[in-house]
């Protein structure tokens, strides 16, 4: 489903991920927003793992919806200069966009039958 060349950079930076999480938890803080009915419907969710998001935020921030203090997802503009400046690095005349690993993405899960 996902290029082999990917795997292991992807378990190692899950692997630190969830050390973080750990982190994160013992101070109160491994929690993340779920939808009103998603909250509802899974009450624990939002302090267990695989809710977590896998590209958080370098810092904790208010949520401005409940007021607690929290990770976030990584700022989508962080990603687009990884990107810019991978592609900068490769040599490549026009860099790739984000949206364009969502279509490569989708077009593996539905090739894959998923």
């Known amino acids: 489903m996902l290029p082999s060349s990917v795997v292991t950079g992807l378990q190692t930076h899950l692997e630190q991920r969830r ?22 419907k899974y009450p624990n969710a939002a302090t267990e793992w695989c809710w977590q998001y896998i590209f958080p935020s370098g810092r904790y921030s208010i949520d401005p919806r409940s007021g607690m203090e929290r990770r976030h997802h990584i700022d989508e503009k962080l990603l687009q200069r990884a990107m810019k400046k991978s592609g900068a690095s490769r040599g490549a005349c026009q860099t790739g966009h984000a949206a364009y690993f969502a279509a490569f993405f989708c077009d593996a899960f539905a090739g894959s039958g998923l």
């Open 19 to 40: 050390t973080l999480f750990e982190d994160d938890k013992r101070i109160g803080k491994a929690n993340v927003f779920l939808p009103d009915a998603l909250a509802t």
